[in-house]
């Protein structure tokens, strides 16, 4: 809901289109520490109270973006999203309480439920967005303004639900932590270390790649000249792509192999990138980032799998917060320097980015794709 108007506000709220990718750049920064945080304390405290603790924390987040937009203040707007950024950082770790409650040999198919259940929120998102500029005209507010106070009481839903839940480590499935090598390449700690590396970095390639292109989306379209039922359209493309095949991906992950789905992620990003990078206009534009949206559930929900079943049970979740930070600090360079590229030079050369991006893991991935003596 805020991806698409946040880059347009903050480009109005300063002035300078070189801005045009800070949103994505402050989103990333907040979520970073949301669940650098959030994994700790998940592993401390246990996975529910984390949960209810970030969704409060967003409903608060978006009532001071919302205001700061209404007030034309930056500073507030600014707090506001980091707010509600990490929020999304801790919300975002909901995927491993999940999979720890399937089987390893099911756990795409546990990840794949949390992207499922996102796809209410990518297409309520972007209809919700469009649907602002009516209800905006009639209550005489701007839509870019209104739409930050739309969220709040999903958010007070979510809290109240989740602490009315069991806890999810009472409900995870009792087994034997996997083995590394029964994902990857051989045995022992030093496997293990070499998957979870590859897995962060994977991780925060997917996130980058798409920052590259997705950061610039709502001032892209502003500049253009379309309005917001332009970007809510644009916008529910990409999310269609996050999660759409959320459940096919799923199981591609558990029946093909946690590495192959991450390549499939990558070429896809690639190929989202290079239609972004080389076909001018709107239609080209929302198309790339559909297959980005479909790149970036590849390699999320295989590389979510890979560091669960790699990781021990003691320190899933911090493990995990960890190569989310990465990625979203990563996510945030990329964005903030896409915004300055896209001021001079157009969103072309972006393109280009979320390809070379995207096949930085390649390296990594391709030495563990060796037999695997005890694979399960």
Not at 214 to 234: K, Q, R, T, W, Y
Not at 253 to 281: C, H, M, Q, S, W
Not at 341 to 350: C, K, Y
Request: with cysteine.
């Amino acid at each position: 809901m805020g991806a698409g108007p946040g880059s347009a506000a903050l480009v109005t709220l300063s002035g300078n289109l070189a801005w045009a990718g800070m949103y994505v750049a402050i989103f990333n920064i907040g979520a970073a520490a949301g669940a650098a945080l959030g994994g700790r304390s998940m592993d401390r405290y246990g996975r529910k109270p984390p949960l209810v603790a970030g969704y409060l924390l967003g409903a608060v987040g978006y009532l001071v973006a919302g205001i700061g937009v209404q007030l034309s203040s930056l500073p507030a707007f600014v707090v506001g999203g980091l707010m509600l950024a990490a929020a999304f950082g801790i919300a975002n770790l909901s995927r491993l309480a999940v999979a720890e409650m399937f089987p390893p040999a099911e756990r795409g198919r546990g990840v794949a439920w949390i992207q499922i259940a996102a796809i209410f929120g990518a297409i309520a998102g972007p209809v919700i967005l469009i649907l602002s500029e009516p209800i905006g005209r009639a209550l005489g507010r701007e839509p870019l303004g209104l739409i930050w106070f739309f969220a709040p009481p999903l958010l007070l839903a979510s809290a109240f639900l989740t602490a009315r839940a069991e806890e999810p480590q009472k409900l995870a499935f009792k087994s034997p932590a996997p083995d590394a090598g029964a994902v990857a390449v051989g045995t022992g700690a030093a496997v293990a270390g070499s998957v979870i590396t590859a897995g962060t970095v994977s991780i925060a390639a997917s996130q980058s790649a798409m920052a590259a292109v997705m950061g610039i989306g709502g001032a892209a379209v502003a500049h253009a000249g379309h309005g917001v039922p332009v970007l809510g359209s644009i916008m529910l493309l990409h999310f269609i792509g996050m999660f759409g095949l959320s459940r096919i991906v799923g199981r591609f992950a558990d029946r093909v192999g946690r590495l192959e789905t991450i390549f499939t992620g990558l070429a896809l990003l690639a190929a989202g990138g290079a239609i972004i990078g080389f076909i001018p206009g709107m239609v080209a534009f929302g198309m790339g980032l559909l297959l980005v949206g479909f790149g970036w559930s590849f390699a999320f929900i295989g590389s979510t799998v890979l560091l669960t079943d790699a990781a021990p049970p003691a320190r899933r979740a911090r493990t995990l917060g960890r190569a989310d930070l990465s990625g979203q600090l990563c996510a945030a360079v990329i964005s903030t320097a896409g915004g300055w590229w896209f001021a001079s030079r157009g969103a072309a050369g972006l393109g280009i980015l979320a390809i070379v991006v995207a096949a930085t893991p390649v390296m990594l991935l391709a030495r563990l794709r060796r037999p695997a003596p005890n694979a399960v």
